[in-house]
């Protein structure tokens, strides 16, 4: 309908691979910046919530900046996958949540961690 918007594709997969990027990386710096109470609230060991944490820093600057931007979006889908198992089998968190947010949230970033896989984060990056 609106084929000359298509020139923006690259913005706009620039400002998907931004919110990840900034998503994961406030998650990751939570798990990090105190790692026992963290674990404590995620039902992991505080080792495992430091790596954790570590590597979702590690993803979102990768996925944020364009530096094998398809490796940091497999490794955070897994890091999602792992939530939303927990979600649904350890916690039995609804869908769309009922205390908390639900894994439709980590669905959503899933979803546009596949793009970033799929599409290798676009033309604006600095490692093709």
């Known amino acids: 309908m609106f084929?000359?918007?298509a020139r923006f594709t690259d913005l706009g997969l620039l400002l998907l691979r931004l919110m990840i990027g900034i998503v994961f990386l406030s998650s990751g710096w939570n798990h990090v910046k105190d790692p026992t109470t963290r674990s404590k609230s995620i039902g992991m060991s505080k080792g495992f919530t430091i790596f954790l944490g570590s590597a979702e820093i590690a993803g979102s600057l990768g996925i944020m900046l364009g530096v094998l931007q398809q490796l940091?979006?497999?490794g955070l889908i897994l890091i999602i996958?792992?939530?939303i198992y927990k979600k649904i089998f350890a916690w039995h968190t609804g869908f769309w949540?009922?205390?908390a947010s639900g894994w439709h949230y980590d669905l959503t970033f899933l979803v546009i961690c596949l793009v970033v896989l799929f599409t290798d984060g676009g033309r604006y990056?600095?490692?093709?």
């Open 97 to 99: 949540g009922e205390k």
């Open 72 to 74: 940091a979006a497999i």
């Open 3 to 5: 084929p000359q918007l």
């Open 125 to 128: 990056v600095l490692m093709h």
């Open 81 to 83: 996958l792992g939530a």
